[in-house]
Nanobody, 127 residues
């Protein structure tokens, strides 16, 4: 599975961005999908996940209520809608796929369960 992330950019605090992750094969409905991010000098961290099939979601506490992960199976695409952005959201954002989906819900925030990664897209939030 090849993943192509896009949609990053420069935005002012309080603004919004929508990231897109396009998958090369099979429907995104058949993978567990996730977004992670890595800020300069920091470890990569979990942002949001979307489970295969029924599509239950999981979010990091730092983005709950501000970010929404969703998918469009017809377009083979996963989105991350980011609202009320803060300077601390500045990072390179990566999409990832667990395919075939083996992770249980509690493990969706663990980067080790993801087999495929996109190239990353830079999000910069100015204060």
């Amino acid at each position: 599975v090849q993943l192509q992330a896009s949609g990053g950019g420069l935005v002012q605090a309080g603004g919004s961005l929508r990231l897109t992750c396009a998958a090369s094969e099979r429907s995104v409905r058949t993978h567990n999908m996730a977004w992670f991010r890595q800020a300069p000098g920091k470890e990569r961290e979990f942002v949001a996940a979307l489970r295969s099939g029924g599509g239950s979601t999981k979010y990091a506490d730092s983005v709950k209520g501000r970010f929404t992960i969703s998918r469009d199976s017809a377009k083979n695409t996963v989105y991350l809608q980011m609202n009320s952005l803060k300077p601390e959201d500045t990072a390179v954002y990566y999409c990832a796929a667990d395919s075939p989906p083996v992770a249980v819900y509690s493990a969706l925030d663990n980067e080790r369960v993801y087999d495929y990664w996109g190239q990353g897209t830079q999000v910069t939030v100015s204060s």
